[in-house]
């Protein structure tokens, strides 16, 4: 028996494992390849989720995983579950040790031979202070979040959905997706991706609503028609990016927002990532400049929203900056810091209390050069009632300023626990340790 790295003598025990060449690994009659897996690291733990690749014959057997990268397998024991689409959705837990980096890899077994495993994905788990969510690319990444967000099958009213190929329709979306109840969704420019459309039929009910974002150059017409065969699809969109927010503001104010507006830029991303969680906090919603320069159409609708500017607020350099244009009580107001991190630290700020009775709160984290894993953060962590913070994820440390962050919303001393949206190629492991070991521990 070969051992795996990070299994208890337990599990090692009790499983017989197979070290075997790349060449062996290439099954061309074995079943096909484990769909929409996705993994959570945790303390101790590798938690996975994947469907089953669907009918095959000879029929499966078994499943395995590799954490390795493909190097050694063991029988991995799965629960089943069936969603609405009879879709059959598997879990499972590998137990590891903190600290280590796993290669995480899934593959079926039948009598016919191993089949084609997962794409690996590397990363480590810390000391139960912080857990990652993350899949092998930004569509999986959101999918592996809303599976964490909202297990429960049918578990959510409705589902924001936005184009993977720019940020600028979505910036508005996280706070929509906190305020109906439900995850923020990327699809593929121009179709429906199987997968999206299995996460929807899982996590909404029948007949719940699918809010699409951005005109038909960014969702397609037919992803629309396809979603209406099971669920009430409401699309918001405008001729730009600035009237496209504008169409989710007046929907977020129909459905009964009586927070602030949150300004931010819609030509860069980094402060509208912030501020999502924020708006979803105060029961907000964001509009968009352009840039520094006050959009006409977005002038227009604060005007009529928010005549006395005093429940309008500014977030970040270019926006403040455009604001210059609306009253003294709106640019009094702005949260605007000194570069990118310290902005996303002051929004934090903005929060007040985290922590509600004796639960701990979550902080989320996300990086700044990637933006589809913190669009869809900005919707989750505010779900959990907490904030999120911004940092450089090439770096093996913690930005200043987001250090800074940690220490001022932890300062009552007792426990709370980190979320990371990405892999390690978008956070380190190195971020992620630094940011566990900040965060007061649990029985502290």
Known sequence: MTLVAGLSSSAQAATTTRTTTAAAEV??????????????????????????????????????????????????????????????????????????????????????????????????????????????????????????????????????????????DALAGGALAAKVGGPLLLTTPGHLDDSVARELRRVVKAGGTVYVLGDTGAVTGDVETQLRSTFTVKRLAGKTRFSTALAVADTMRALGAKGPAYLVTGTNFPDGLAVAALAAHKDGLVVLSNDTVMDAATQAWLAKDDPNGTHTVPVGGPAHTAASVLSAATNASAIDGVDRYDTARRVAAAFGAIRTGTTAPWIGMATVRNWPDALVAGAAIAHRGGPLLLTDGASQTLTPATALAIGDLTADGYPAYGMLFGGADVLSDGVMKDLSLRLPAPGA
Do not use: M
Not at 30 to 47: D, E, F, L, M
Not at 128 to 154: E, H, M, N, W, Y
Not at 161 to 167: A, F, K, P, R
């Open 27 to 168: 099954a061309a009659a074995g079943p096909a390849t484990p769909r929409n897996s996705v993994v959570k690291y945790n303390h101790g733990t590798i938690s996975l989720s994947f469907d089953d690749p669907g009918a095959t014959t000879p029929a499966i057997t078994s499943y395995e995983i590799s954490l390795d990268g493909g190097a050694t397998w063991t029988t991995l024991n799965t629960t089943a579950s069936t969603a609405g689409d009879g879709t059959r959705l598997r879990t499972a837990t590998a137990v590891v040790t903190d600290g280590y980096v796993y290669r995480v890899a899934v593959r079926a077994v039948s009598s016919a031979g191993k089949g084609t495993p997962t794409q690996a994905w590397s990363s480590a788990p810390t000391d139960g202070r912080s857990t990652r969510l993350l899949g092998p690319d930004r569509i999986a990444t959101a999918i592996a979040v809303s599976q964490d967000t909202f297990p429960d099958l049918a578990g959510a009213p409705a589902a924001v959905l936005t184009t993977s190929g720019t940020y600028a």
